[in-house]
């Protein structure tokens, strides 16, 4: 597609899903879809790559692999269908296939990330049921000013942060820059972290320049960060062991995040250097971290699994960073990691993310090995 069918086909999508209103009913609340499937099936869908995809686009390749190998192992089918931006044969594919659940891994539409809740809320009003959380869930949480501000809203703390449409002034605060709508550290490295509003405000000129999109400023912490993962057992969220992120030989005064060549370029120093760790925490400060994770769960009306990101302000004070609702499920991301520490094998994670989101009465799991 060209850059204006792209802008053509995401206007459609959002007015055909009403992308940023009220939710529709999930196909999880109901049976009723799940009894007119025939197929025993878990069909995993994607989005549809373009050619030339980033590395974090093509991660999503490494999680349907080892995802449906999960699911075989369980005894499952595990068939794959690709969704773009042509939503409608997209739908058509996965109700020809009429399976008894879908897997969700789509994580944007044609590499928009302000997409990512459209295919969820088709699937609920089709009446198939699908993992992890629903469409509107996955819209407000990715939309990372819009959670800010429903957190604030409700007591949970979060990092103060600007726009560039905000009232012009400078200042001596330390400030990151970051996406709006984009996850996997797109577009964040050492220069993202300024000092000072204008500073920021320039930062983001450049970086809509370079990568298009929405930018804005989040003020820097520098104090510890955590990976807090969230599975659903039995209808209530678990919080796995907690993992924090430490930054081994950074040089002093290099800023201690975990950028896009930290996750996804092996040949960086910051690949090696970003290390999860598993520490004993005084009892205060775990407490404090579990209970931040598990309102932003119930505020948020999250479902299946999900990884609320943490960092620690001058008075240890727990503040989120972000929510993930749909957070990457491959075997050697934080998730599985998180889970594998807490004793689960990666199969019966995979397991729990689809009871969660299958009608009580199925027996598409009863004789999972």
């Not at 050619?51 to 075989?72: C, I, K, N, Y």
């Not at 996965?94 to 997409?115: D, M």
Request: hydrophobic share 45%.
């Amino acid at each position: 597609m060209t850059p204006a069918s792209c802008d053509d086909a995401a206007v459609h999508i959002a007015r055909k899903v009403h992308i940023g209103g009220p939710a529709a009913h999930s196909a999880r609340a109901s049976s009723s879809g799940a009894k007119t499937m025939m197929r025993d099936s878990v069909l995993i869908i994607h989005e549809e790559l373009a050619p030339g995809a980033r590395a974090d686009e093509l991660d999503a390749l490494v999680q349907v692999r080892e995802v449906a190998g999960a699911l075989q192992r369980l005894g499952v089918a595990a068939p794959v269908q690709a969704i773009g931006l042509d939503i409608d044969r997209g739908l058509e594919a996965v109700r020809r296939q009429r399976p008894t659940c879908v897997f969700n891994l789509v994580e944007s539409l044609g590499g928009r990330g302000e997409l990512i809740g459209a295919v969820p809320k088709l699937l609920a009003q089709a009446g198939i049921p699908f993992t992890g959380s629903d469409g509107e869930t996955l819209h407000v949480t990715s939309h990372k000013i819009a959670a800010k501000r429903r957190m604030m809203a409700h007591g949970i703390a979060t990092p103060d942060w600007f726009t560039a449409a905000a009232r012009p002034g400078d200042d001596c605060c330390r400030w990151i820059v970051k996406s709006l709508w984009e996850h996997a550290s797109f577009g964040l490295d050492d220069t993202s972290v300024v000092l000072g509003r204008a500073a920021a405000r320039a930062t983001m000129a450049q970086r809509t320049r370079e990568f298009g999109g929405l930018w804005f400023a989040e003020r820097y912490l520098e104090g510890r960060e955590f990976n807090v993962s969230l599975l659903e057992q039995g209808g209530c969220p678990q919080v796995l062991p907690l993992a924090e992120m430490t930054f081994a030989g950074y040089a002093p005064g290099k800023p201690k995040i975990v950028g896009y060549a930290a996750k996804w370029d092996e040949s960086a120093i910051e690949y090696r250097a970003t290390q999860r760790v598993y520490p004993r925490l005084a009892p205060p400060l775990e407490q404090a971290i579990r209970r931040t994770a598990l309102e932003c769960w119930s505020l948020f009306g999250l479902h299946g699994y999900t990884r609320i990101d943490i960092r620690l302000d001058e008075q240890d004070r727990p503040l989120v960073l972000e929510v993930n609702a749909n957070p990457c499920l491959s075997l050697d991301a934080g998730f599985a990691a998180a889970a594998a520490e807490a004793g689960l094998s990666y199969e019966r994670l995979i397991e729990h993310i689809l009871k969660a989101a299958l009608p009580q009465e199925t027996g598409l799991l009863k004789h999972a090995v």
